[in-house]
């Protein structure tokens, strides 16, 4: 049973814009945070930006100021706007969700920023 489904990667142009979307299963209850992570090829993950059920957010300092995190705390959904991207934002991007017992993790989904 696929628990936490990101989409909207793609390929996009340096200075481009994309909008993912983390869409959490209604079985997953109590969530408290939604995370955005990242991996680069050769890379560690590291997290990107994160938000709380009541509305706190924490971004990473390369994105700050370009990368924009929101939730629809109604559809389980949470959403990553990323504005002005850099070739160095190319990464897969993976979403996790943290209940009070348990850290979910998608699948990922691919951003490549290119001309």
């Known amino acids: 049973q696929v628990q936490v489904v990101e989409s909207g990667g793609g390929l996009v142009q340096p200075g481009g814009s994309l909008r993912l979307s983390c869409a959490a299963s209604?079985?997953?209850?109590?969530?408290?945070?939604m995370n955005w992570y990242r991996q680069a090829p050769g890379k560690q993950r590291e997290l990107v930006a994160a938000i709380t059920s009541g509305g706190n957010t924490n971004y990473a300092d390369s994105v700050k100021g370009r990368f924009t995190i929101s939730r629809d705390n109604a559809k389980n959904t949470a959403y990553l706007q990323m504005n002005s991207l850099k070739p160095e934002d190319t990464a897969v991007y993976y979403c996790r969700v943290d209940s009070t017992s348990t850290l979910y993790w998608g699948q990922g989904t691919q951003v490549t920023v290119s001309s």
């Open positions: 209604r079985s997953i209850i109590s969530i408290y945070a």
